[in-house]
């Protein structure tokens, strides 16, 4: 896992991929698979909705960090396995034989096996909605990771895979953030 | 276009495709492009994030309507155009060859050439964090269409275009909400 400049971080987050995000309750760490997800800013700032109903919620709520871990189509069957269990009685890393590795400014751990983590803290419940707003502190990426495709939930059970890719900087070029 | 239950409409949604969002600000239909945005709710309830730097923030607060048109791969050039030129000096629909298609339950447009359609209401407007938050109230899907491959947005003026699907339909089934 190599930094990956937080100026860059919204581009992992942007084509909406499945994600899994980390938390830590004060005496365990836990996983949630959501794709519930929004780039809000490039500075950058995510949203999550999630509430009462995820377990994770709890500890997210308490702790206010959590890392999201960018998973790639190789490990599709931990995802969705990781999505429907609970951590109210499973040891999820245990489980699904995934590596946490310490962060370096929240509790929560990333995910070695992931393309790329992201350090956040909770900077807003807007509990209206069970939106959790996210400020990103840190990010990485795994540099030497063959398989880099992630994956995209339909909500139907079924996913799509990345496919080719499309430039069109030059086109864009106005409209770009700077360092990106 | 044929009417798509609404139970199904966040499908549409949740892989995270680029979308176009039609408003009526009372004179004039405008379209722009957008990749922040994230669903809520089966009902469906969406959020987009946007706001005064964006010419149709104001038709979206003034009309409290839109409509969310889900583009392919084949029309990714209009895309990124309509993305990139602002309809306050610009007629969106008549630059880029598209076909407003009157909408059902609200005043601004389909877009015939476009996959699907999501008619909205805005159901609040988070200022905090320039959230809008939009209920369906009526989708469409084109059956006959042949191109069914939507983009995702990477942010660095690269675009992502759909993959092969993969199904986990059995594993997800507890899961799933009903009607999908």
């Not at 990010?139 to 339909?154: I, L, P």
């Amino acid at each position: 896992m190599r930094p990956l400049k937080l100026s860059k971080a919204f581009t992992l987050m942007e084509s909406g991929p499945v994600v899994l995000v980390t938390t830590h309750d004060g005496e365990k760490d836990n996983i949630m698979t959501i794709s519930w997800t929004m780039v809000m800013d490039f500075t950058p700032v995510f949203a999550i909705t999630t509430g009462e109903w995820n377990h994770s919620f709890a500890a997210l709520r308490k702790n206010r960090e959590c890392v999201i871990a960018i998973p790639t189509v190789d490990l599709l069957d931990k995802v969705v396995g990781i999505g429907t269990c609970s951590g109210a009685d499973t040891d999820k890393f245990a489980r699904f034989k995934l590596t946490a590795v310490p962060a370096r400014l929240v509790r929560p751990p990333l995910i070695k096996e992931c393309l790329a983590n992201i350090e956040c803290k909770v900077i807003d419940i807007v509990k209206k909605h069970n939106i959790v707003v996210l400020e990103a502190v840190a990010a990485y990426r795994d540099t030497a990771r063959k398989e880099t495709r992630t994956v995209h939930a339909v909500g139907d059970g079924t996913f799509i895979v990345d496919g080719r890719k499309i430039d069109r900087k030059k086109m864009m070029a106005a409209k770009l953030p700077p360092g990106v």
